[in-house]
């Protein structure tokens, strides 16, 4: 079992930074197998792909909508994985949910990935 725990979010304002955290616990994590991703839902909306990073190599993979602005990264003593949001834009403000899954699977497919944390909210005022 794995569990991912995130901190960070709250309110950013538009053109600002935030920064997100996911933490990662549990025996079965297997760090050169697994991959780790951020997702975010707006209201009324589908969650949608923000970026991931295999653990191994450190492979970053990013939406085109965060390309530039979104840097995600992994601290591999301490098993978390950062999310750093500059250059807020309005249509950033959702849940971000931390979600892990093995490296064969398709990185940007929610549904591929096996689980996943409670999700912080982002906030962005203009």
């Known amino acids: 079992q794995i569990q991912l725990v995130e901190s960070g979010g709250g309110l950013a304002q538009v053109g600002g930074s935030l920064s997100l955290n996911c933490e990662v616990f549990?025996?079965?994590?297997?760090?050169?197998?697994?991959?780790v991703g951020w997702f975010r839902q707006a209201p009324g909306k589908e969650r949608e792909f923000v970026a991931a990073?295999?653990?191994?190599?450190?492979?970053?993979f990013y939406a085109d909508s965060v390309k530039g602005r979104f840097t995600i990264s992994r601290d591999n003593a301490k098993l978390t994985v950062d999310l750093q949001m500059n250059s807020v834009k309005p249509e950033d403000a959702a849940i971000y949910f931390c979600?892990?899954?093995?490296?064969?699977?398709?990185?940007?497919?929610?549904?591929?990935?096996?689980?996943w944390g409670q999700g912080p909210q982002v906030t962005v005022s203009s």
């Open positions: 979600e892990t899954g093995r490296n064969d699977m398709s990185t940007m497919i929610d549904s591929e990935y096996d689980y």
């Open positions: 549990g025996r079965t994590f297997n760090r050169y197998r697994n991959t």
């Open positions: 990073i295999t653990w191994e190599r450190g492979t970053t």
